[in-house]
């Protein structure tokens, strides 16, 4: 897709229907064109301190955990049965994987049939947020046993980053 773009943040970032990114100072944002056909999204941010991005870190994951009701509310102002399941489906020592599958309502995400993966890792001040959606008509090509190793994929490219910087 496109390169990286980086911008200094001053306002909150909305990651999806249930989650935001509040307090950074710098946002990367980087489009992929994932191995399923469809994009993905890698957000990744820079914090002032490592207390700074724990505390977005455990706030996206308060959000992410209470994100099924988030997204059946969603649902239901759109007139849409309230399907939208959430689960945690990996976690590392610094990061964790949550499989969101819904009947989409327009907005943030495409609408239909779908399970968005998305993968929260922090390290020190850096925060990366990985997302991609999985379209139910083109049927389930990803298993949520491969997100533990994506976490810690995502996380050595976070150690990398940081220390060539």
């Given at each position: 897709?496109?390169?990286?773009?980086?911008?200094?943040?001053?306002?909150?970032?909305?990651?999806?229907?249930c989650?935001s990114?509040?307090?950074?100072?710098?946002?990367?944002?980087?489009?992929?064109?994932?191995?399923?056909?469809?994009?993905?999204?890698?957000?990744s941010?820079?914090?002032?301190?490592?207390?700074a991005?724990?505390?977005?870190?455990?706030?996206?994951?308060?959000?992410?955990?209470?994100?099924?009701?988030?997204?059946r509310?969603?649902?239901?102002n759109?007139h849409?049965?309230?399907?939208?399941?959430?689960?945690?489906?990996?976690?590392?020592?610094?990061?964790?994987?949550?499989a969101?599958?819904?009947?989409?309502?327009?907005?943030?995400?495409a609408?239909?049939p779908?399970?968005?993966?998305?993968?929260?890792?922090?390290?020190?001040?850096?925060?990366?947020?990985?997302q991609f959606?999985?379209?139910?008509?083109?049927?389930?090509?990803?298993?949520?046993?491969?997100?533990?190793?994506?976490?810690?994929?995502?996380a050595?490219r976070?150690?990398?980053?940081?220390?060539?910087?």
């Open positions: 897709m496109a390169p990286p773009h980086t911008q200094p943040v001053t306002h909150d970032v909305g990651l999806n229907e989650a990114v509040r307090g950074a100072l710098t946002w990367q944002q980087q489009g992929y064109v994932s191995g399923f056909k469809t994009p993905a999204i890698q957000d941010f820079t914090f002032a301190d490592p207390a991005a724990q505390q977005t870190y455990q706030s996206l994951l308060s959000a992410m955990k209470t994100c099924q009701d988030t997204s509310t969603l649902q239901g759109a849409l049965s309230p399907d939208a399941e959430v689960a945690q489906t990996g976690t590392t020592a610094d990061g964790a994987a949550f969101r599958r819904w009947t989409a309502v327009a907005g943030m995400s609408p239909g779908q399970t968005n993966h998305v993968y929260l890792v922090q390290r020190g001040n850096l925060l990366t947020v990985l959606p999985e379209f139910s008509d083109k049927g389930a090509t990803y298993a949520p046993t491969d997100d533990r190793p994506a976490l810690t994929a995502l050595d976070l150690t990398s980053a940081s220390t060539t910087k």
